[in-house]
């Protein structure tokens, strides 16, 4: 498609989403329960009063020379999926619940649009879902888990761990000298910048960003302090009731709650490993 093209077809498609009426939040919890009922008038009403938001998210992660109307087509089918769903018990806006699942299906694209060798979804939540471990428990334990611990965590040998890893590498063929007649070391110092590997470290960390948005502004001070989420450096149950105004025991059990309601938000979203 030229660019002139795909320009003209954004500039379309942006007119005709402008006409669709937004969703209110008193709608979106009726329609959630038409769609669980199965309903797929409801499901096509919510989708479409919230193609907006995909783009905004879309225009945010974008950067040449992917295709802008591809992300967007990637992040609607992100919005299909939490539209199916999403579960207005839980109290929480579509808006809100909505924005992971774009980001992520808008992440996938981004990674294997840069790849070689195109990796089936499976294989890509296996290797995203180490990648989320590895986060976790290097905040832990304060050091790189070992195979063993990841193989652990993930239920499967610490071969299949290695193989997963692997496959996020990019293909280098060593002996093809580039245009600029490169050698093998100048092509190997080269391959250490993997943008794939960065955008997937960028989609973790925004990932843990969204999980932690989803706690009370003190939880989100509790688990932050202890854990050292962004100073690097954790503290003490004493130390954060001090700056908190409560008691060490009054923090376990914030933590405890934060905790539980974290891994409750992660396994809604399908990040639980």
């Known amino acids: 498609m030229a660019i002139a093209d795909s320009d003209e077809s954004l500039s379309l498609y942006f007119d005709s989403i402008r006409k669709i ?3 209110s939040r008193q709608e979106e919890s009726i329609l959630a329960g038409k769609i669980a009922k199965g309903d797929k008038k409801a499901l096509k009403r919510l989708v ?3 193609l907006r938001l995909v783009v905004r998210i879309a ?3 974008w950067t040449p020379p992917h295709s802008l109307l591809d992300l967007i087509q990637e992040g609607n089918i992100g919005l299909v999926k939490a539209a199916e769903r999403f579960d207005a018990g839980k109290n929480v806006k579509f808006s809100t619940y909505a924005v992971w ?3 992520q299906a808008i ?3 981004l990674v294997n649009t840069g790849r070689q060798i195109r990796l089936p979804h499976r294989k890509e939540d296996a290797l995203r879902r180490i990648n989320a471990i590895q986060m976790r428990k290097s905040l832990e334990i304060s050091r790189a888990p070992t195979g063993k611990e990841l193989a652990s965590e993930m239920g499967c040998s610490e071969s299949e761990v290695s193989a997963i890893l692997h496959m996020g590498d990019q293909p280098v063929a060593l002996e093809q000298a580039g245009e600029d007649e490169l050698s093998i070391l100048e092509v190997y110092e080269d391959w250490r910048y993997n943008p794939e590997r960065e955008i997937e470290k960028a989609s973790i960390a925004w990932e843990s960003t969204w999980l932690l948005s989803t706690l009370s502004a003190r939880e989100r001070e509790v688990v932050s302090r202890r854990f050292g989420l962004g100073s690097g450096r954790e503290q003490s149950l004493k130390a954060v009731g001090s700056v908190v105004g409560c008691s ?9 709650k934060a905790l539980q309601s974290l891994w409750q938000a992660a396994a809604s979203v399908g990040l639980t490993a």
């Open 248 to 256: 060490a025991e009054t923090v376990r059990h914030i933590e405890k």
């Open 59 to 61: 225009k945010s992660m």
């Open 21 to 23: 009426p937004l969703v």
């Open 48 to 50: 479409e009063g919230n």
């Open 101 to 103: 699942w774009i980001r």
């Open 107 to 109: 992440s996938r694209s």
